[in-house]
């Protein structure tokens, strides 16, 4: 198990000293804070700025220059930094592009739609004795009725779809002496429109080398967030400890492993800890620790479901079992090399983020994993193995339908058996802890007997496991003909354990997708490059490039879908009971790299 083991601590000191000592607990950042008095809310009088500017616009400045593509060179001393006047000027320029973004789109579209009209300049309203322009766009299916009209018009331009009429008159006509609504034009003429968008493109360009200036300042800025939410987490948990004359208490919950570390604390700053063992009444925090190595499990974990406190930690299965899945379902020793590469392109922009390291361990276990499989399969962008000896290490077909179908049937029970032993562990103070074993020993007793043909041993345990089910699955500590119903409510799980284990034939069956696909295209190119001799050749590597990229996208996307899917349901739902809270320290915010 991964699941630290907590104690309750309780801090008591002198509250003269609280703001130092909250400030120095936040920086060991080793307690997850149980309030001890209901939070007070903050005065609203009270500053909550940083040098005048608010946390909002702090993180929308910090937005704006991080959604910048090209960035400068990070400055990091504080010598030259000024954080009003940064977010004063990137305020600014924020405010000025966003004019001049939206002046350009309304230039653009205006001459988009003034090009097929050409240049002109209306005339003055006396110039034509009253008389006056009026513009039309006209679908060409309609251009007979404008034949039928008796105003004085004129085709300017046409093209596909519209004929463009400009018509003469002294009022703008009636609905029913045209077909169509007249267009507007505007009084600005078209050249003038271009020299204003060349105008403005000239300003955009020197707004967005002004924003690309300002992005020196992310680390910094970055650093001035941290600080905000740390003096914003810091008055939070000052608000919820327990103030009594002269003292103050804070309590919280920290892993045993911590208990002489925040001991040491206590007695630098002259405190009494009390630490308390964990009560059966209690529900604590989860705190996962797993290696470095399969730590992408966990990333996984707490994204869909956090295990309870007195769980087990699925973390290393679901890392080991989404990583087989995945390779079950690329079944390709090719398309594993092309993920390799693309993990080794953004191998140094994922080592910025913890999340991001234990994110690449796990994709670099996928690519090793899928090769190896791939090798196994004999399967390389869907053609057979560029060399000899890579072709002896070929063990299994994937058009071996029923040795598959085995595979993933085994694979789904294995992994379900598993599952109800885990949860049998949990429970392991309980009678219903049996009830989990039924079950195990259910699908053991089904899948050998579907392997080796059904004998009266098979039989037997069969029996046995759907009788601890029928007699351990309540809860209730009396004998009753409630507790038989509860079994018998509970054996209705039969179909969906079955139904369960069948799912699993969806690693055999996007597996055997995949490789048809990569052997498609394979031979549609082959067909292309026979029938057109000269330029089938240039067909050939295009039907080759794009059919082999979406193939290989469809694969990880249906890898990871899938690969999760029957972790994150099938699997969890005979494996957790109980769902938890994530341990979440009173620590201060790291800064996080921008760099991409």
Not at 48 to 70: A, D, F, I, R
Not at 79 to 101: C, G, P, W
Not at 177 to 195: C, I
Not at 431 to 439: F, I, N, R
Request: hydrophobic letters at 45%.
């Amino acid at each position: 198990m991964s699941i630290l083991a907590l104690k309750k601590a309780t801090l008591v000191g002198l509250s003269e000293d609280k703001g130092s000592i909250l400030d120095q607990l936040q920086s060991l950042g080793v307690l997850h804070v149980i309030p001890l008095s209901a939070a007070r809310s903050v005065p609203q009088h009270r500053d909550t700025s940083m040098e005048g500017v608010s946390p909002e616009q702090l993180h929308g400045s910090l937005h704006y220059l991080l959604s910048c593509k090209q960035k400068r060179k990070q400055v990091v001393s504080e010598r030259h930094f000024s954080l009003q006047d940064v977010i004063t000027a990137v305020e600014k320029n924020r405010s000025t592009r966003l004019s001049l973004v939206e002046r350009h789109d309304f230039l653009l579209k205006r001459i988009k739609d003034l090009t097929p009209w050409g240049s002109f300049i209306l005339p003055q309203e006396n110039e034509l004795y009253g008389q006056r322009f009026w513009f039309y766009l006209v679908p060409n299916f309609k251009m007979k009725e404008v034949d039928k009209t008796s105003l004085p018009w004129e085709l300017v331009h046409r093209d596909n779809r519209h004929s463009y009429i400009a018509v003469i008159a002294e009022h703008e006509p009636a609905l029913n002496e045209m077909p169509v609504t007249r267009t507007h034009t505007g009084a600005v003429p078209l050249d003038q429109l271009k020299r204003e968008l060349e105008d403005l493109e000239v300003e955009l360009e020197t707004a967005e080398a002004e924003r690309e200036g300002l992005t020196r300042w992310i680390y910094l800025l970055q650093r001035s967030v941290a600080g905000t939410e740390d003096a914003a987490q810091l008055a939070d948990v000052a608000s919820q400890t327990l103030d009594q004359d002269e003292v103050f208490a804070i309590q919280g919950w920290c892993a045993e492993c911590n208990a002489d570390q925040l001991q040491r604390f206590a007695d630098q700053h002259s405190m009494v800890l009390q630490l308390e063992e964990v009560r059966e009444d209690e529900l604590p925090p989860t705190l996962l620790e797993n290696p470095r190595s399969v730590a992408g499990g966990e990333e996984v974990v707490q994204f869909f479901q956090v295990p309870g406190y007195r769980s087990w930690d699925p973390s290393r299965v679901v890392f080991f079992s989404f990583v087989s899945f995945f390779a079950l379902i690329m079944s390709d020793a090719g398309y594993s090399l092309l993920l390799a590469a693309i993990l080794l392109f953004y191998w140094q922009r994922l080592e910025q983020t913890e999340t991001g390291i234990r994110l690449r361990s796990m994709g670099v276990a996928l690519a090793v994993a899928g090769f190896v499989w791939g090798v196994i399969v004999g399967s390389y962008f869907g053609a057979d193995a560029p060399f000899a000896w890579l072709n002896r290490l070929k063990m299994l077909d994937l058009n071996d339908f029923d040795s598959m179908m085995l595979l993933s049937i085994c694979i789904g029970a294995l992994h379900l058996i598993l599952g109800n032993l885990m949860m049998a562990w949990v429970r392991r103070r309980s009678q219903q802890a049996l009830a989990s074993v039924g079950w195990a020993l259910s699908v053991i007793a089904a899948l050998t007997g579907w392997i080796q043909g059904v004998g009266i041993g098979h039989w037997l345990l069969l029996a046995v496991g759907l009788l601890l089910v029928l007699t351990f699955s309540s809860g209730r500590q009396d004998w009753g003909g409630r507790r038989f119903l509860d079994g018998l409510l509970a054996l209705t799980g039969v179909t969906k354990l079955f139904g369960d284990v069948l799912s699993y034939l969806r690693l055999f069956a996007l597996g055997l997708a995949s490789a048809s696909l990569a052997i498609t295209f394979n031979q549609l190119a082959l067909d292309v490059a026979a029938a057109l001799p000269a330029i089938g050749l240039l067909f050939k590597v295009l039907i080759l490039l794009v059919g082999h990229l979406l193939n290989f996208l469809l694969t990880v996307v249906s890898g990871v879908i899938h690969g999760l899917r029957l972790n994150l349901i099938e699997f969890y739902n005979w494996s957790l009971a109980d769902e938890g809270y994530p341990f979440q320290p009173f620590a201060k915010q790291e800064v996080s790299p921008w760099i991409t």
